[in-house]
């Protein structure tokens, strides 16, 4: 069964150390995707992409900075992608994800942890389900590696990318649960 990430109730969220003393967060404001559940409701796999234009850190020069070749280099890769590989179930709505993420062309696995929350019903009448992930990864393993050195030694931008992912997801209709 197919369930649908409901973009306007979810969030693609990263902090991200500047000058080594404090924590700068953003988020994508558009990416879409889909997890597919098995008949017992159990993840198997999750297929993510997220709009590299539409990062947003509330300072627009930093994210015009973003966008450009320095670091995500939007004209030539328009998009994030993750893909799982496996769904491993740690404990109840407790799981490993592994799989592909994919930033300026370069496909990397990456493993994180994700916690999820039981199917309800919305007043709407749709069936709704809700999960929670959260990571780290090193940000030059996918080319991006602008820096600078300060004065003292340190780092301008930190390496380690901090994620967070709060997403909401709707109960696909069921044309849409049906291969074409």
């Known amino acids: 069964m197919r369930w ?15 000058l080594g003393i404090a924590t700068v967060k953003g988020r994508f404001r558009k990416f879409d995707g889909f997890i597919e559940v098995n008949d017992a409701g159990l993840p198997v796999s999750l297929d993510v992409s ?10 627009a020069d930093r994210d015009t900075h973003l966008r450009s070749p320095d670091f995500f280099d939007v004209e030539r890769f328009p998009s994030l992608t993750f893909r799982s590989s496996s769904v491993k179930r740690l404990a109840e709505h407790e799981y490993e994800v592994a799989g592909q993420l994919t930033m300026r062309g370069n496909a990397r696995p990456v493993t994180f942890r994700a916690e999820t929350q039981p199917v309800v019903k919305s007043p709407w009448g749709d069936h709704r389900r809700a999960g929670v992930a959260s990571g780290k990864l090193n940000r030059k393993e996918w080319g991006l590696v602008w820096n600078q050195i300060l004065e003292a ?8 990318v901090r994620f967070n992912l709060e997403i909401e997801l709707i109960e696909a209709p069921a044309a849409e649960k049906v291969a074409v």
């Not at 649908?4 to 500047?18: A, R, Y």
């Not at 997220?50 to 300072?59: E, L, R, V, W």
């Not at 030694?153 to 380690?160: P, S, T």
Request: glycine fraction near 12%; charged fraction near 20%.
């Open 153 to 160: 030694g340190g780092l301008a931008v930190g390496e380690d």
């Open 4 to 18: 649908n990430i409901d973009q306007t109730h979810s969030t693609v969220e990263f902090g991200v150390k500047h």
């Open 50 to 59: 997220i709009d590299a234009a539409s990062i947003d850190t509330n300072q």
